[in-house]
C-alpha cells in the first residue's frame, strides 16, 4: 500500500554556505555555516516543522555533501527515499552575501549540471505523486530536461489537483506550482518560459510567486492583473508576494485576501519564501480560510527573515502562533 504524505516536494536540493559575517561581500567574509537548502528542500523541511508529513523528489551528487543532505533530512522529519545520487554530478553549493534589509546575492555553483535536474520520469513513483495530499512543484524544474519532461509528467498524473483547500481528512488537498524563477538557470529568458509554465499551471490547483515570477508566468506585472491571469490559466488558488506591500491572495470562487508585511528586523531574506511555502501547505491542509492562511504564511516567512539560515531556520506552529499573537 503506497504511503500517503501530506506534502510531497520536487525540485532543488543543495548545501547553502552562507556568511557569519553581515554587510561583507564574499571576498572578505572569513567563517561560513552549512546549512541544508534548495527551495524544494526548504518547503519540505518548513511542512514537516509544523507537523506534516513530508518527503523529498530530488537527486544530490554521490558525494559527502550528498551524504550530508540525507542525515539533515532525517534529522528534520523529511522522508528521504526519493533522494538518489548521481555519480557524475557534483552537489550543488549556494553561497550568498547578507546585506539587510534587502540584498542578499546569491552565487549558485551548479555546474557542469545539478544532479536535481537529472530526475527522469520513468523514476518517479506515481503511485506515490497521485497519494500525496500536496504536491509542489518548482519552476526551477522546467528549466532544462529530464527534470522538465519529470515534473510535467508528476503535475500530470494528478489530474485536477485537489481543489485547493479542504480539512484535514486524508483526501487530496492541492498541487501547488511555485513559479520560482531564476534567470540564471533558464535559456532564452522569460519569453522562452512562459510556454512551460503555462503547460504547468494547467495541471496545477495553486500558483505561489513574487510579482517578477508572476509576470514571467503571466506577461503582465499589476499584482491584480497577475492574479487574475493565473486564475485564468487554471489555478484554484492564486498568491501574489508583494514584499514590503505584503500579499495578495485570490480564489475563484471570488475571494479575496489583501494582508500587510509582518514587521520584522531582516537578517536574511532568502529562506522567507519557502517558509511561507510550508506555512500555506499547513494552512490548506487544515482548510484555513483565506484571510488566516495567508496572514499564518506570512508570519512564518517573517520569522525566517530574521535569522541567518534557510532550512534550520523554520518556524514551528507555536512560534508562529506566538508571533501572531504578539508574544
Not at 524544474?141 to 509528467?153: D, I, M, Y
Not at 484535514?168 to 511555485?178: E, L, Y
Request: proline share 6%; with cysteine; net charge negative.
Amino acid at each position: 500500500m503506497t504511503e500517503t504524505f501530506d506534502v510531497l516536494t520536487m525540485g532543488r536540493i543543495g548545501v547553502d554556505l552562507y556568511p557569519l559575517q553581515t554587510g561583507v561581500g564574499l571576498a572578505d567574509v572569513e567563517t561560513f555555516g552549512k546549512f541544508l537548502g534548495g527551495s524544494a528542500t526548504n518547503v519540505a523541511v518548513a511542512a514537516a516543522r509544523l507537523g506534516r508529513a513530508s518527503a523529498v523528489i530530488t537527486r544530490t551528487g554521490q558525494d559527502p555533501f550528498g551524504d550530508y543532505c540525507h542525515r539533515a533530512l532525517r534529522e528534520f522529519g523529511v522522508d528521504d527515499r526519493w533522494v538518489t545520487a548521481v555519480p557524475d554530478e557534483p552537489t550543488p553549493v549556494t553561497f550568498c552575501e547578507i546585506f539587510p534589509p534587502d540584498d542578499f546575492p546569491l552565487y549558485f555553483y551548479r555546474r557542469p549540471k545539478a544532479p536535481d535536474l537529472e530526475i527522469h520520469p520513468h523514476e518517479l513513483d506515481l503511485d506515490a505523486v497521485r497519494a500525496a495530499r500536496i504536491l509542489w512543484v518548482t519552476g526551477t524544474g522546467l528549466c532544462e530536461e529530464p527534470s522538465r519532461e519529470a515534473t510535467l509528467t508528476a503535475l500530470a498524473a494528478r489530474g485536477d489537483g485537489g481543489t485547493g483547500g479542504g480539512g484535514d481528512g486524508g483526501a487530496r488537498t492541492a498541487t501547488v506550482f511555485d513559479l520560482d524563477w531564476r534567470p540564471m538557470f533558464w535559456r532564452g529568458g522569460p519569453a522562452a518560459a512562459r510556454d512551460t509554465y503555462r503547460a504547468a499551471l494547467a495541471h496545477a490547483t495553486v500558483a505561489v510567486g513574487n510579482v517578477d515570477e508572476c509576470e514571467v508566468a503571466t506577461g503582465v506585472r499589476d499584482p491584480h492583473a497577475c492574479a487574475e491571469a493565473l486564475l485564468a490559466a487554471g489555478v484554484t488558488l492564486a498568491v501574489v508576494k508583494r514584499g514590503p506591500e505584503g500579499v495578495l491572495a485570490a480564489h475563484r470562487d471570488g475571494t479575496r485576501a489583501e494582508v500587510p508585511p509582518h514587521p520584522v528586523e531582516v537578517v536574511n531574506g532568502l529562506g522567507a519564501g519557502d517558509a511561507f511555502g510550508g506555512a500555506l501547505c499547513h494552512g490548506l491542509l487544515a482548510g484555513w480560510e483565506l484571510d488566516p492562511l495567508v496572514r499564518y504564511a506570512n508570519a512564518a516567512g517573517a520569522l525566517v527573515a530574521g535569522r541567518l539560515a534557510c532550512s534550520a531556520a523554520m518556524p514551528t506552529a507555536a512560534e508562529v502562533d506566538a508571533l501572531l499573537a504578539g508574544t
